[in-house]
């Protein structure tokens, strides 16, 4: 049965046509991967179905019969349900209340939790997804956080659930986790749409996907039959190198040299610990870890907006560890940040005034900022690093995360920096702009450059880096020049890999 | 039509404010009892009737575009200066002083230097909590409004112990004629005061468009973290806002005073600095949006006052209606939904 069928819908926003007449069957208990690039209409046509936005034109049926949602009550009603990338969960509350709240069960006019809580422990056993009914959120785990969401979502009776990047905030083995339960959700009969831009996850668990490119349907095919080569020429329109071509490189002497960085937290809690690294010229060193283990204060430390507690940086040969950052850019430092919303640009601002955060000195006299100079600057960066625009006086909350992604990377490969330090570089952007970033990066490792490169991606840090070394919990857990997948996997997830494993897994690279 | 609309789309909204807030205050003034004609009739002609009251309207323009201003200035470093009031105290107290004490200088030395001595006074009022703000995180709210008591008092309490000219009322002395600012027309309060604001609009509007300094402030006040990535000093930034915001709400003080009062006189203002935060709300904290506001809410003042004494209908009305403005301001998605339909 066709339980969802679009047809023909668009969407448009002003100029903009974020879906153009998208016709898609969604079969029942399938699990339909809609597959495309930042900005490709995945999320805008999910909205649509799930009464967020109202389409131009074109009819939705649901169950094949037509139907019209103009709001998420009414698609909750109707049994959709939608698992957002944000989680939209209260931290003060607990995970029942979380999990209750608008559809409470009552006694004598007041919430029965006890009645909830066995509703919630029912649902819970029912499909295997483990989590604590009376721990606050802000307490448990970001995965524990997801299967609250997907508790909430069929406590009110969903047959038809809505992932979008469910993936992006997991670790390893929690994505194997989630994969458990999608397709135990399969097994009883619920019909799953999944919304990725990454291939591999896309092979791994989907019956078919649909391609979407610049709010079109490129094609939808039986996940069986085709490659993940095919998927992302699909995607982008073009052949895609999957795997980057990396050149040998001539080391040389030492930019970056952390010495025993420690760093305490407010409550006196450990946040990094003793932590070396070397970085030399010519050279990128990966530092793998899940998210929130201590990367994001190794690259405040590093980049001098977070005092350390003990240790030193030295740069070139001189302590900047207690130096400013914008002096350590006028020595050198690149930093291309983890948040790029959050650090990396200002929303509101232009192209151009983008361009200049952070080398604003540069291009000022006598105290005034020289327009012209800046635009040009601007627009060789641009075309340098294919930031898409429509002028450079857009501001920067109008472009996809690739090209705001795409616009940090130009603007601080384009300062000649001595060393660079690439925070996830290409988190939340795709396959397309993922290429040309890891071409941009070995580009600047070919010029000499120091790279640290701080990534959860694992194939990223396995085609780009030079020598891995592990984070978790703060402290570096291993060091070497070549991992396998599992065995940095595992690593990140702070398991020691067995004695036994290890062997199978040596043996494995070896035959590589 | 649409493109139009886009590029004015703050100034529509506004202007649409406006006019539901006219629109309200009319009902209210029906239920009142009173004939909604007559009070906006009166309310017009006081404003700008005749030459003199439009003069009159200038008068009360002029510092309501200083405080405006300085609030606007806060704002852009992400601050928000509720002490225009007590900043302008300081300003017009600090100009008076310094002219009684200074006659002896000619005109074109003694009007810009009382001028700058009024807004370094409004400077160091707004350092105070910028710098508390910095150092301790203490938030400016809090104690620019605590500043603004301390400096209402302390320059009522200096007046009263040092500068009080022979008689019974609590005001200084005149200030020298050299230190006055000339009248654009005889006999009217609407002086080169008006040339000054003008001239400080266009400084502060090409300083936060063309200047470095202006660029990082506004960084700051944008994205306080991409700030800090970016190699700016944000407490520094804060600090240095707060000073210039400071300093444009002491020219406010430093104008009343030589070229409406001619002195310093204690509770001279009729609430500038807190009007002021209206206006920059209104102006969208734009430089020529703090004109067009400053104007409004002078021609409310001035012409609420007309209605109040031809009319009989209470000048709390006019109040009223300002605060109709500033509450449909600051529900765009209301006047959206008006204008969509």
């Known amino acids: 049965m066709n339980i969802i069928e679009f047809r023909s819908i668009t969407k448009k926003f002003g100029d903009f046509i974020a879906n153009d007449k998208i016709d898609l069957i969604i079969k029942k208990g399938e699990i339909h991967c809609l597959l495309g690039e930042n900005g490709a209409g995945k999320t805008t046509l999910m909205n649509n179905l799930f009464g967020l936005y109202n389409p131009e034109e074109g009819e939705i049926f649901l169950r094949e019969k037509p139907c019209k949602i103009d709001n998420p009550h009414k698609a909750i009603e109707l049994g959709l349900g939608m698992i957002h990338q944000h989680f939209m969960l209260i931290d003060r509350l607990t995970t029942t209340e979380n999990i209750i709240a608008g559809e409470e069960p009552l006694k004598n006019g007041l919430v029965d939790m006890k009645k909830a809580r066995e509703q919630v422990k029912q649902i819970s056993d029912n499909y295997h997804l483990a989590v604590k009914t009376d721990e606050k959120i802000e307490n448990i785990s970001v995965g524990e956080q997801q299967r609250v969401e997907i508790l909430k979502v069929l406590y009110r009776k969903a047959e038809i659930l809505i992932f979008d990047e469910p993936t992006a905030v997991l670790t390893p083995q929690e994505v194997n986790d989630l994969f458990t339960t999608l397709k135990e959700l399969k097994a009883r009969g619920k019909t799953i749409i999944f919304i990725t831009h990454k291939l591999e996850e896309t092979m791994n668990i989907s019956d078919r996907v649909t391609v979407l490119r610049k709010g079109k349907v490129i094609g939808t095919v039986n996940t069986c039959d085709t490659s993940p080569k095919e998927l992302a020429r699909m995607m982008v329109g073009r052949e895609v190198l999957l795997n980057v071509n990396k050149e040998k490189c001539n080391i040389g002497d030492n930019v970056l040299e952390v010495k025993d960085l420690s760093l305490t937290g407010k409550h006196n809690n450990l946040l990094l610990k003793n932590i070396n690294i070397s970085i030399r010229k010519g050279e990128i060193v990966g530092i793998a870890g899940v998210s929130g283990n201590g990367q994001l204060e190794l690259e405040e430390c590093i980049a001098g907006l977070r005092k350390v507690t003990s240790g030193t940086i030295i740069m070139n040969g001189e302590d900047i560890t207690h130096i400013p950052t914008g002096i350590r850019r006028k020595r050198g430092l690149s930093h291309i940040p983890s948040d790029r919303l959050k650090r990396g640009l200002v929303s509101s601002y232009d192209l151009a005034k983008n361009i200049i955060l952070g080398n604003q000195d540069s291009f000022t006299k006598n105290g005034f900022l020289q327009k012209k100079d800046i635009n040009e600057y601007c627009k060789k960066v641009m075309e340098k690093f294919d930031v898409r625009c429509q002028s450079l006086n857009d501001t920067v909350d109008n472009l996809s995360g690739g090209n705001q992604q795409k616009l940090v990377i130009g603007r601080e490969l384009s300062t000649d920096p001595k060393f660079i330090l690439a925070a996830q570089p290409t988190r939340g952007v795709d396959v397309g702009a993922i290429e040309f970033i890891h071409n941009n990066l070995l580009e600047m490792r070919k010029k000499n450059k120091a790279i640290l490169l701080i990534s959860a991606e694992l194939e990223e840090l396995l085609s780009l880096a030079d020598r891995i070394l592990v984070i978790y919990e703060g402290e570096i857990v291993s060091k070497k020049n070549k991992y396998t997948k599992e065995e940095l996997g595992l690593l990140m997830a702070g398991k020691k890999v067995p004695k036994g494993k290890m062997k199978e897994l040596e043996e494995r690279l070896r035959n590589d | ?341």
Do not use: C
Not at chain 2, 49 to 74: D, E, K, R, S
Not at chain 2, 218 to 243: C, D, F, H, P, W
Not at chain 2, 284 to 306: D, S
């Open chain 2, 1 to 341: 039509m649409i493109k139009i609309f886009k590029k004015h789309e703050n100034f529509i909204y506004s202007l649409t404010a406006i006019v539901l807030a006219f629109l309200v205050g009319s009902v209210l003034i029906h239920l009142s009892g009173f004939s909604v004609i007559k009070a906006y009739s009166a309310l017009f002609d006081g404003a700008f009737g005749n030459v003199f009251n439009l003069t009159q309207t200038f008068m009360n323009t002029i510092p309501l575009i200083f405080t405006g201003l300085a609030v606007a200035i806060g704002f852009k470093s992400g601050l928000f200066n509720i002490g225009g009031e007590g900043q302008m105290y300081l300003g017009a107290f600090a100009t008076a002083i310094a002219a009684i004490y200074l006659n002896f200088l000619p005109g074109y030395i003694l009007i810009p230097l009382v001028l700058i001595i009024g807004g370094l006074a409004g400077s160091i009022w707004s350092f105070l909590p910028g710098y508390l703000k910095a150092k301790t995180g203490a938030h400016e709210v809090v104690t620019t409004i605590m500043m603004n008591y301390i400096g209402i008092l302390i320059t009522s309490y200096l007046l009263l112990k040092y500068f009080k000219e022979n008689s019974p009322i609590p005001q200084t002395v005149l200030i020298p004629e050299s230190a006055r600012l000339p009248e654009l027309i005889e006999y009217s309060r609407l002086t080169w005061a008006i040339f000054i604001a003008i001239f400080v609009i266009i400084i502060i509007d090409i300083f936060f468009k063309r200047t470095k300094l202006g660029y990082k402030i506004q960084t700051v006040g944008e994205n306080r973290s991409a700030a800090e990535y970016a190699g700016i000093n944000s407490n520094k930034m804060m600090v240095l806002s707060m000073m210039i915001s400071g300093f444009v709400a002491g020219l406010a003080g430093a104008t009343i005073v030589m070229g409406v009062l001619h002195r310093f006189i204690t509770n001279f203002s009729p609430g500038y600095g807190f009007t002021g935060i209206a206006v920059a709300v209104l102006g969208k904290n734009k430089p020529w949006g703090v004109l067009f506001a400053a104007f409004l809410f002078g021609a409310l003042q001035t012409g609420g006052i007309t209605m109040q004494l031809f009319a009989k209908i209470p000048m709390d009305l006019m109040v009223v209606i300002q605060g109709l403005v500033i509450l449909f301001v600051a529900a765009p998605i209301l006047i959206k939904k008006l204008l969509r339909k």
